[in-house]
């Protein structure tokens, strides 16, 4: 009673007042008003004290000591889980599949805001945990409750060549062993159901009927196949969309746009899209001296890439090293690597003919918009439609029924981009596994606060011209 008579009633109101409106300003951003159960709980805290929040502060012995570090604990883990679901998220770059804009070792501040914050699909989750827990390599999670996708407004949208973080599209189906649970699993199930059938028609004299039935057989035939190898593969999974590993590329395609890769060339409604500055292709290339590490520093060319020249014979190199490459005579030839598969191209049921370097053309769905299905465009958009989208889809007697009834259109309920990497011959992207949708974009990389070159160790590691540098302004 001293305690409270001690207090300073008008502090504590003006104090009340304050965080009253930040968080009613904070429920109408959300559009959420499930959070006023929690007003009277804060005006305990600040007015009437009813609640011994801190309880343990009169306790004595061991017992004051450790709540007093689960409490601070707690209230550290809640106020991270709160900023990272809402505001901004530290993202690693694992991969060198935006090289050379973006580099392995790279630490980015990703903005929730730019884009909107997604209201979490599965909230009760473990803060600074993606999906699996360290150690007991379990999932992080709990899928209930599961809350549909709603995001809450933001600063704007996802421009034409934005650098976007978001949610792998085919990350919904893994396998659960670690070994794989990275790799593409409807990849897999193709690769493995190829393997499995030696004897195979030609899809080309098939009708599209008979294709879409052909595919079928082999994605079952490979599925059936990792199912029965649980010791190598361990169970099929699946995960909620915000549990998805973070995928990190550049927006080279947006809503409602038609896209043709010619040449390497992305072209948008016919218009040739600006490559980045620092694109990359693989070449085949014979070198006449070693690679000194100073040059491979200044050509940023990394242990990774040297390693690809070695096993596979092609290394990645932008325009500026390949002409220096060449200038400084440490190569007696370059050349362009054009080898190309078609199996493991988006959609991996589509028999499109389409490469990494030959794309399209192909319509990015935009929300309200519809399109004409045919079985022919099916394998292009059946993706969207029964697995982002949520419906029911079958091919019966030559005919799409969607939710049971014969549909010959569709008008989607999301908008969709088309995300590639720079390092456009080592970068597993849209062109493998097709569109990602509004409801998987995560945020947007503002700026670059650390970066360390895993080629080496020590200061020297510390790549120091990249700290603070703005991703936007990385084009």
């Not at 949610?167 to 493995?192: K, L, V, W």
């Not at 899209?273 to 001296?289: F, G, S």
């Not at 400084?328 to 493991?344: K, M, P, V």
């Amino acid at each position: 009673m001293e305690k409270k008579k001690k207090l300073n009633m008008k502090v504590q109101w003006a104090k009340f007042v304050c965080v009253l409106v930040l968080y009613l300003l904070f429920l109408y951003w959300v559009k959420s008003w499930w959070g006023l159960i929690v007003i009277p709980f804060i005006y305990d805290v600040y007015i009437t004290k009813k609640i011994k929040w801190q309880w343990w502060k009169e306790a004595e012995g061991p017992t004051r000591f450790i709540m007093s570090w689960v409490d601070a604990l707690v209230f550290a883990l809640v106020a991270v889980y709160f900023i990272n679901l809402f505001f901004f998220q530290n993202y690693v770059i694992p991969s060198s599949s935006l090289e050379k804009s973006l580099l392995t070792g790279d630490y980015l501040f990703v903005s929730k805001v730019s884009y909107g914050p997604r209201i979490p699909e599965t909230p009760l989750t473990m803060p600074l945990t993606q999906h699996t827990l360290p150690v007991f390599e379990c999932k992080s999670y709990i899928e209930w409750p599961h809350w549909d996708y709603r995001r809450v407004k933001g600063l704007g949208k996802i421009q034409l060549n934005d650098i976007v973080v978001f949610n792998y599209p085919a990350g919904d189906t893994i396998c659960s062993d670690m070994r794989h649970q990275a790799e593409d699993f409807y990849r897999n199930c193709y690769g493995y159901g190829y393997g499995l059938w030696e004897v195979r028609p030609n899809p080309d004299s098939l009708s599209a009927e008979q294709r879409i039935a052909y595919f079928q057989q082999l994605y079952h035939a490979g599925r059936q196949y990792i199912e029965n190898n649980r010791m190598e593969f361990g169970e099929i999974q699946t995960r909620p969309t915000d549990r998805r590993e973070n995928y990190v590329k550049r927006c080279v395609g947006l809503p409602g746009q038609t896209l043709q890769i010619k040449n390497r060339i992305i072209y948008l409604d016919g218009k040739a899209n600006k490559e980045p500055d620092n694109v990359q292709y693989t070449y085949r290339i014979k070198l006449n001296q070693r690679l000194e590490d100073d040059v491979m520093k200044e050509l940023g060319i990394t242990m990774e890439d040297l390693m690809s020249l070695n096993t596979l014979g092609y290394l990645p190199l932008t325009n500026h090293a390949v002409k220096e490459l060449k200038r400084r005579g440490i190569a007696d030839s370059i050349e362009l690597n054009t080898e190309e598969e078609e199996w493991d191209i988006y959609p991996l049921n589509g028999n499109m003919h389409w490469t990494r370097d030959n794309y399209g053309p192909i319509w990015i769905p935009a929300k309200g918009q519809s399109i004409d299905l045919t079985l022919k465009n099916l394998p292009i958009y059946e993706r969207p439609i029964r697995t982002y989208e949520g419906n029911k889809l079958e091919v019966k007697d030559g005919k799409i029924y969607i939710n049971d009834q014969v549909a010959t259109k569709y008008t989607f309920k999301m908008d969709y981009y088309w995300m590639q990497g720079d390092n456009r011959h080592n970068s597993l992207d849209s062109r493998y596994w097709g569109f990602v949708p509004e409801d998987h974009i995560v945020g947007k990389p503002i700026f670059i606060w650390w970066s360390s070159d895993p080629d080496r160790h020590g200061f020297s590691g510390i790549r120091w011209s990249r700290l603070f540098r703005f991703v936007d302004n990385i084009k």
